[in-house]
C-alpha cells in the first residue's frame, strides 16, 4: 500500500511539473501555429516550455491582482487548468476552420479590396522611384509590388513604348522541336509591355528568381470626378496579354526568350538594375522595328545557326543525269575535282569513242625531243589533286 501511495505522489509531481512548464505552452503552440506541419518538432518544444513559464506567471498575477484570489497551489492548478482548456478550444475552432470551405469564401469576398489597395498604395510609394527608370522611348506607367512568400515579392511593371508596333510571335512547342515555328502575319498591335519579375529577397540580399515580358492589351480606367472636377486621372488597366498557351502549342512574342534569360544572366544583378537592363532592351527593340531593321531575336539566331549546322552535315547527293544531254559529274562540296568513281566512268566514256587504228609506233618520236626538255616541278597539280582526295577520305566519316 505504501508503494502505491508513493508512486501515486510521483506522478503526481510530474503531472504537475508537465502542467507548469509544458501543457499550457504546447496548447498556446498550437493556437498560434495550428498546423503540425507549421513548424519542427524541436521548435515547438522550445516554443512548448517558453510559452508555459509565461502563461503561469500571467495567470498567478491575473488571480492576485485582478481576481483577488489567494495563490494556493490548488487554485493556481484549477486556473491553469481552465485556461488549458479555454486554449484547447479555441485550437479545435480553427482546425474546423481550416478544413472547411470558408477560409476561401472570406478570402474571396475580403481579398479583393484589400489587394486592390494594396497595389495602389505600392504604385504610389514606387512612382517617384520608377521616375528614373524611363528611356528616351519607353516609360513606366505604374509598378506595383506584393509579397507572395516568406521571402519572396512579385513585381508588375506596366511600360508604354509611346507607338504601336506590330508583335511577331513564335511558337515555342515547334522551335524546340526544330520545326517552322514563326507565326506568319497579320501581326497583332500593341502598345504596352507587362514587366513581371518575382524577387527573392532575404538579409539585405535582392536577387531576381524570374523575368517575363509579355506585349499586352491595356484599357483606361474613367477619371474619379466630384462636382464636375476631376480628381484622380484613370489609370491604364491590364485586359490581356498576347500570348496563348495549350497542351500543343505556347505562342508568345518573339523576343520573349531573350528576357526570360535576363534572369540567368544577371542573376546578380539587383531589381533596380535589372529593370534598367529591361528597359534599355525594349528601347532597342522598339527603336529597330519602328526604323524597319528590326533585330533578330535570340529565337532566330539560333534557328540560323541550326539551320548553317545542317547544311554542314548533310551528305551530298549524285545529280541525276538527263537523257539526251551533255554527261555532268557530281563534285565533292570539298573539292572542284569529280571523285575517284565518277572519274572512272568518264574515262571509260572517252577511250570507248577513241579511234587509234592509225597510231604507228613513230606517231610520237618527232615529239621525243621536246619532252625531254619538259622541266616537272617539285610539286605538280596531280600531287594537289591526290591531296585533296586524300582529304576528302578522311573527312569521309562526316556523312555516316
Same mark, same amino acid.
Given at each position: 500500500?505504501?508503494?502505491?501511495?508513493?508512486?501515486?505522489?510521483?506522478?503526481?509531481?510530474?503531472?504537475?511539473?508537465?502542467?507548469?512548464?509544458?501543457?499550457?505552452?504546447?496548447?498556446?503552440?498550437?493556437?498560434?501555429?495550428?498546423?503540425?506541419?507549421?513548424?519542427?518538432?524541436?521548435?515547438?518544444?522550445?516554443?512548448?516550455?517558453?510559452?508555459?513559464?509565461?502563461?503561469?506567471?500571467?495567470?498567478?498575477?491575473?488571480?492576485?491582482?485582478?481576481?483577488?484570489?489567494?495563490?494556493?497551489?490548488?487554485?493556481?492548478?484549477?486556473?491553469?487548468?481552465?485556461?488549458?482548456?479555454?486554449?484547447?478550444?479555441?485550437?479545435?475552432?480553427?482546425?474546423?476552420?481550416?478544413?472547411?470551405?470558408?477560409?476561401?469564401?472570406?478570402?474571396?469576398?475580403?481579398?479583393?479590396?484589400?489587394?486592390?489597395?494594396?497595389?495602389?498604395?505600392?504604385?504610389?510609394?514606387?512612382?517617384?522611384?520608377?521616375?528614373?527608370?524611363?528611356?528616351?522611348?519607353?516609360?513606366?506607367?505604374?509598378?506595383?509590388?506584393?509579397?507572395?512568400?516568406?521571402?519572396?515579392?512579385?513585381?508588375?511593371?506596366?511600360?508604354?513604348?509611346?507607338?504601336?508596333?506590330?508583335?511577331?510571335?513564335? *511558337?515555342?512547342?515547334?522551335?524546340?522541336?526544330?520545326?517552322?515555328?514563326?507565326?506568319?502575319?497579320?501581326?497583332?498591335?500593341?502598345?504596352?509591355?507587362?514587366?513581371?519579375?518575382?524577387?527573392?529577397?532575404?538579409?539585405?540580399?535582392?536577387?531576381?528568381?524570374?523575368?517575363?515580358?509579355?506585349?499586352?492589351?491595356?484599357?483606361?480606367?474613367?477619371?474619379?470626378?466630384?462636382?464636375?472636377?476631376?480628381?484622380?486621372?484613370?489609370?491604364?488597366?491590364?485586359?490581356?496579354?498576347?500570348?496563348?498557351?495549350?497542351?500543343?502549342?505556347?505562342?508568345?512574342?518573339?523576343?520573349?526568350?531573350?528576357?526570360?534569360?535576363?534572369?540567368?544572366?544577371?542573376?546578380?544583378?539587383?531589381?533596380?538594375?535589372?529593370?534598367?537592363?529591361?528597359?534599355?532592351?525594349?528601347?532597342?527593340?522598339?527603336?529597330?522595328?519602328?526604323?524597319?531593321?528590326?533585330?533578330?531575336?535570340?529565337?532566330?539566331?539560333?534557328?540560323?545557326? +541550326?539551320?548553317?549546322?545542317?547544311?554542314?552535315?548533310?551528305?551530298?547527293?549524285?545529280?541525276?543525269?538527263?537523257?539526251?544531254?551533255?554527261?555532268?559529274?557530281?563534285?565533292?562540296?570539298?573539292?572542284?575535282?569529280?571523285?575517284?568513281?565518277?572519274?572512272?566512268?568518264?574515262?571509260? *566514256?572517252?577511250?570507248?569513242?577513241?579511234?587509234?587504228?592509225?597510231?604507228?609506233?613513230?606517231?610520237?618520236?618527232?615529239?621525243?625531243?621536246?619532252?625531254? *626538255?619538259?622541266?616537272?616541278?617539285?610539286?605538280?597539280?596531280?600531287? +594537289?589533286?591526290?591531296?585533296?582526295? +586524300?582529304?576528302?577520305? *578522311?573527312?569521309?566519316?562526316?556523312?555516316?
Amino acid at each position: 500500500m505504501d508503494i502505491v501511495i508513493l508512486i501515486m505522489q510521483e506522478l503526481r509531481v510530474v503531472l504537475g511539473f508537465l502542467n507548469l512548464l509544458f501543457v499550457p505552452g504546447f496548447i498556446l503552440s498550437l493556437v498560434f501555429f495550428p498546423r503540425f506541419t507549421d513548424m519542427g518538432l524541436i521548435e515547438r518544444l522550445a516554443y512548448s516550455t517558453v510559452l508555459s513559464i509565461g502563461s503561469v506567471i500571467a495567470t498567478v498575477l491575473f488571480m492576485d491582482i485582478v481576481l483577488g484570489v489567494d495563490t494556493t497551489p490548488q487554485n493556481i492548478s484549477l486556473a491553469i487548468g481552465v485556461f488549458t482548456v479555454f486554449m484547447l478550444a479555441i485550437w479545435l475552432c480553427e482546425v474546423w476552420y481550416l478544413s472547411s470551405s470558408l477560409p476561401a469564401r472570406v478570402h474571396k469576398r475580403f481579398s479583393g479590396g484589400y489587394r486592390a489597395l494594396q497595389n495602389y498604395l505600392s504604385r504610389l510609394v514606387n512612382s517617384r522611384r520608377d521616375r528614373f527608370n524611363d528611356t528616351a522611348l519607353i516609360r513606366v506607367v505604374w509598378h506595383e509590388n506584393i509579397r507572395s512568400g516568406m521571402n519572396q515579392v512579385d513585381h508588375t511593371y506596366l511600360i508604354d513604348a509611346s507607338e504601336e508596333f506590330d508583335v511577331q510571335l513564335v *511558337d515555342e512547342h515547334k522551335w524546340k522541336a526544330s520545326e517552322p515555328a514563326l507565326v506568319p502575319p497579320p501581326y497583332p498591335a500593341a502598345r504596352y509591355f507587362e514587366l513581371v519579375i518575382r524577387e527573392f529577397k532575404e538579409e539585405g540580399l535582392s536577387l531576381i528568381d524570374d523575368l517575363q515580358v509579355y506585349p499586352v492589351h491595356v484599357t483606361k480606367k474613367p477619371d474619379v470626378t466630384f462636382l464636375g472636377l476631376r480628381i484622380r486621372r484613370g489609370a491604364p488597366k491590364i485586359m490581356r496579354r498576347i500570348y496563348e498557351k495549350s497542351e500543343f502549342a505556347e505562342v508568345q512574342w518573339i523576343y520573349s526568350h531573350d528576357f526570360h534569360l535576363f534572369a540567368i544572366l544577371y542573376s546578380q544583378d539587383t531589381l533596380g538594375q535589372i529593370v534598367d537592363r529591361v528597359l534599355a532592351k525594349l528601347d532597342e527593340i522598339v527603336t529597330s522595328i519602328k526604323k524597319g531593321s528590326r533585330i533578330s531575336s535570340h529565337v532566330e539566331d539560333t534557328q540560323k545557326l +541550326k539551320d548553317e549546322f545542317e547544311v554542314i552535315l548533310e551528305k551530298p547527293r549524285r545529280i541525276p543525269v538527263i537523257a539526251g544531254g551533255p554527261i555532268r559529274y557530281p563534285e565533292s562540296p570539298l573539292s572542284p575535282f569529280p571523285i575517284e568513281s565518277d572519274r572512272r566512268r568518264l574515262q571509260a *566514256d572517252i577511250v570507248r569513242d577513241l579511234k587509234v587504228t592509225h597510231i604507228t609506233p613513230g606517231t610520237f618520236r618527232s615529239s621525243a625531243g621536246g619532252i625531254t *626538255d619538259i622541266k616537272i616541278p617539285e610539286k605538280t597539280v596531280t600531287d +594537289k589533286i591526290k591531296a585533296t582526295i +586524300k582529304e576528302i577520305q *578522311d573527312d569521309d566519316w562526316l556523312y555516316e
